[in-house]
């Protein structure tokens, strides 16, 4: 399994920009979709953004013009740049190596990190 390790996570007011990043162990990194989900308390786990080895990008609908993910695979690191945050947008971000798609639906691979916190407050 790849070893995740999350960071860039705050406190943010509205309006405000956060990026974060998940750093990845392994040389595998170049061959796997690597992906955001986020789960905010009392909610299920949803996927935010994904980046696939071939530069194809998917964001989820609650998200799009607002946040980009992107990834460095010389340094085995993906980025989640958020911008325009939104109350809503609170939540647990983790970075999940490895999903897959079937059919319509995309499934989480089965390395996670640890998680960071994002809050957006007023």
């Known amino acids: 399994q790849v070893q995740l390790v999350e960071s860039g996570g705050g406190l943010v007011q509205p309006g405000g920009s956060l990026r974060l990043s998940c750093s990845a162990s392994?040389?595998?990194?170049?061959?796997?979709?690597m992906c955001w989900y986020r789960q905010a308390p009392g909610k299920e786990r949803e996927l935010v953004a994904l980046?696939?080895?071939?530069?194809?990008?998917n964001y989820d609908d609650s998200v799009k013009g607002r946040c980009t993910i992107s990834r460095d695979n010389d340094k085995n690191t993906v980025y989640l740049e958020m911008n325009s945050l939104k109350p809503e947008d609170t939540a647990v971000y983790s970075c999940n190596a490895g999903p897959r798609r079937y059919g319509t639906t995309w499934y989480p691979g089965d390395s996670w990190g640890q998680g960071t916190q994002v809050t957006v407050y007023s």
């Open positions: 392994g040389s595998i990194f170049s061959f796997n979709n």
């Open positions: 980046s696939t080895p071939f530069g194809t990008t």
